[in-house]
């Protein structure tokens, strides 16, 4: 896989991942659904799960490709908070579209 390959299939990842708790009721996208939906502390939760098992997706990926590179807090801040930025789409969907309701 080239470098350019691996990086859009990390923010492929990342935005699928941003965006599948506020898709879905089932719990981790796999699990029971939920009886009455989910709260919102609820998807923020798998979202810092998704968060973190996308970051192993990327290590993973950079370790095949070499050498891994030491991060900094900077580095974490800054993806923590595109990762927020990927996932509007979805709270968008979930919780400003007004579904059914006809103007």
């Given at each position: 896989?080239?470098?350019?390959?691996?990086?859009?299939?990390?923010?492929?990842?990342?935005?699928?991942?941003?965006?599948?708790?506020?898709?879905?009721?089932?719990?981790?996208?796999?699990?029971?659904?939920?009886?009455?939906?989910?709260?919102?502390?609820?998807?923020?939760?798998?979202?810092?799960?998704?968060?973190?098992?996308?970051?192993?997706?990327?290590?993973l990926i950079e370790k095949r490709a070499?050498?891994?590179?030491?991060?900094?807090?900077?580095?974490?801040?800054?993806?923590?908070?595109?990762?927020?930025?990927?996932?509007f789409p979805g709270f968008v969907y979930?919780?400003?579209?007004?579904?059914?309701?006809?103007?």
């Amino acid at each position: 896989m080239t470098q350019s390959a691996a990086v859009w299939l990390v923010i492929l990842a990342a935005l699928v991942a941003a965006n599948l708790p506020f898709v879905n009721d089932r719990w981790l996208a796999v699990g029971a659904q939920a009886s009455r939906g989910k709260p919102f502390f609820a998807r923020a939760l798998e979202m810092l799960l998704l968060y973190f098992l996308v970051g192993g997706l990327a290590l993973l990926i950079e370790k095949r490709a070499g050498q891994i590179a030491p991060q900094g807090w900077e580095f974490y801040a800054v993806t923590a908070a595109l990762f927020i930025t990927l996932a509007f789409p979805g709270f968008v969907y979930r919780y400003l579209m007004h579904r059914g309701r006809r103007h």
